[in-house]
């Protein structure tokens, strides 16, 4: 007779599920991605093999610009072969389409021992092919935890930075792109488990507000200029009114006929007519343009004198009786 039926199975490797059990800020689900791509070696060894760009992925309708882009991961250790542990990893890609930049990333966030960031490449941030401009953001991330990263994007100044839980681990880094974003990747890019949670891709509403970094040459923060009155507030410089003399009958006595009795009679000066207390103006208001300091003070103070036993040493480096 004829042949019969041939049935393949493909294992891709890749499952991808809505996950019920843990949400990153309290929400009710997160997507589950895994991957344990294997490959076989020419002398026969089989060996996990990550995949670049192993996750589901979201095309957007139009290009477009987003100022602000934040997920929440989440990453899981394997046991592989009786050895120890090693952690997955997770990559973040903004991507552009486009004759010139096609699959590039314009911006990209990965995590797996250490959280990098890079941008204009193909690969993962930090890997054996990449360059100088993808480098690390953060020592370590830990497995078993949820993590937030937040992306600002400055498209008219062409840099961005980023926020790891809260702070600021890169600050204006440049990137180029022809267009905007495509495509943004969810991707598992070392064998194992990941979570993300809370993708946001849109408009930023924080108005760039930064928190303080402490850096070797001290406070580093982004701060306005600060001028006092406006130009247009400022007025002219002081004046006063042209002295006037008044003849009456008094000037007009014996004594005030010669020399005018001995006295001056456009001595002094006249009414004030206006009154500048500015002592410096500039183009641009009253001041020279300040920047702006950074005061440290208490922000709440809590009425009494009783202090509890113990908490004074949590609050002062000394204490006296």
Known sequence: GADGTVREDVDTGLKIRVETLDGAVDTLASLRVESRELLTTTSGTVKRDPIMENGPEFVLDTVEKPTRASFNFKLATVAEDGHANHQSGILFALIEDGADRNNEVIIGISAHEDLRHGHNFRDVPGDRFSDATHRQAYPFVRARR?????????????????????????????FTAASGIS???????????????????????????????????????DRPWQYEWDPSELGGAST????????????????????????????????????????AKYLHGSAGGVMGELVAGALTYIPGDYIEEGNELRSATSHTD
């Open 146 to 174: 949820w993590y937030q990263v937040d992306v600002f994007i400055d498209w008219d100044a062409m840099v961005y930075d980023v926020l790891f839980d809260g702070t600021q681990v890169v600050r204006k880094e440049p």
């Open 183 to 221: 495509r943004v990747g969810l991707y598992n890019t070392h064998a194992g488990v990941v979570w993300f949670d809370e993708v946001f891709l849109g408009e930023d509403y924080t108005m760039a507000a930064r928190c303080p970094a402490i850096a070797e040459t001290g406070v580093e923060l």
């Open 240 to 279: 006063r009114h042209p002295m006037q003399r008044h003849d009456s009958h008094v000037s007009e006595r014996v004594q005030y006929a010669f020399e005018n009795g001995g006295l001056d009679p456009y001595d002094g000066d006249g009414h004030r007519a206006f009154t500048s207390e500015v002592d």
